[in-house]
């Protein structure tokens, strides 16, 4: 198998004393409108350039969970006065992967996408030629739990019925949620893989209907075309407290924060725990400043009260890396998922 690896760049990291100093003049140059930097002494390294706009791509319809966080850090950063323009566009479409070959020609350098554990999936089950490693990672930012969930007026109230009777009726049975091959089928895998169907038998037991937005996914449920429904707590929160949706577990190790009252999968005796993780990616061709400013423009979104609120309002968890600690994660991450979509039978 061919092994993919990011491209090696310095990485700049925030310093102590006067190195902060410099940092935060640019930033607040770039708050300001100006974005200039009107020291001519030329020493020591320069800092960054400021960032004052950014566009950012959703790689998926409206309504879904890529969509949400695309607005809500575009949002957040207009909000910290950070950017003078944040414009959110939606490239929707196989997992993800339509939009990250968009990302791929991108000729503005201060561009961002998101991405998660939704996109490293399905760059492996479509076999998509741009990857993931193509890119340059910037920053991870949330964590989020999945929430299996069922129409208000199914015959299943916990999880564990769910599964049995899912088992037996195998593809019989209809489940949504998000691109082929993401988070979502991941977890539809491991939980009949964990109530002993074979993993070369999922395939064949797992009518998994894939969408490219949280909406879609709402409209099956509701209109009762599917048994049940997996994705991101803040996707079918608002359906699950008015009483359209019924919710049978969620995929953390805790309760979720948005649905404290809905148990884990470990509390219902499935021993699974699995979270979706979101990110930022820019265009691969950047040159190490362009990089490094968006890097720094992010940072600085982070320890703002605008994010802060962002994450309690919206129920995420803060799981900010950016750098070479970012890099890693997203190395691991991606061998960690082709393993387990092999385990499950959904790739060779």
């Known amino acids: 198998m061919t092994q993919h690896i990011f491209r090696a760049r310095p990485r700049l990291r925030l310093a102590t004393g006067a190195a902060v100093g410099i940092v935060a003049l640019g930033l607040t140059a770039c708050a300001g409108g100006t974005g200039q930097d009107s020291s001519g002494d030329g020493g020591g390294d320069a800092a960054p350039a400021a960032v004052d706009a950014v566009e950012v791509i959703a790689p998926a319809d409206p309504g879904g969970g890529w969509d949400q966080t695309a607005r809500a850090f575009a949002q957040a950063l ?3 006065k950070l950017v003078k323009s944040a414009p959110v566009s939606n490239i929707g479409g196989a997992g993800g992967t339509v939009g990250l070959a968009s990302l791929k020609t991108e000729t503005d350098p201060n561009t961002l996408m998101i991405t998660g554990s939704v996109m490293v999936g399905a760059v492996e089950t479509n076999a998509s030629e741009v990857r993931i490693e193509d ?3 910037i920053a991870k930012l949330t964590e989020e739990p999945l929430i299996v969930v069922v129409p208000p007026d199914s015959e299943y109230d916990t999880i564990g019925d ?32 964990d109530a002993g169907i074979e993993s070369a038998d999922v395939p064949d037991s797992l009518n998994y209907i894939a969408n490219s937005g949280g909406g879609e996914a709402l409209t099956m449920l509701l209109g009762g075309q599917v048994d049940a429904g997996i994705s991101g707590v803040g996707e079918f929160a608002e359906q699950i407290k008015a009483g359209k949706l019924k919710a049978l577990a969620v995929s953390s190790d805790v309760p979720a924060e948005l649905l404290p009252d809905v148990p884990t999968l470990s509390d219902e005796g499935i021993d699974i725990t699995l979270t979706n993780w979101r990110g930022l990616l820019a265009p691969g061709d950047l040159e190490d400043a362009e990089a490094a400013a968006l890097e720094d423009l992010v ?8 994010w802060t609120t962002t994450l309690e309002t919206k129920g995420w968890t803060d799981a900010f890396l950016t750098g070479d ?8 991450d991606i061998s960690t998922t082709q393993d387990t979509l092999r385990t499950i039978g959904l790739i060779e």
């Open 78 to 80: 207009t909000d910290a």
């Open 135 to 137: 890119m340059t990672p």
């Open 162 to 193: 769910f599964v049995e009777a899912w088992t037996e009726a195998g593809a019989d049975m209809a489940v949504t949620g998000g691109s082929a091959g993401g988070i979502d089928h991941i977890l539809a895998g491991m939980l009949l893989t």
């Open 299 to 306: 940072t600085q979104l982070h320890e703002s009260e605008a």
């Open 325 to 332: 600690e970012f890099t890693s994660f997203l190395e691991s």
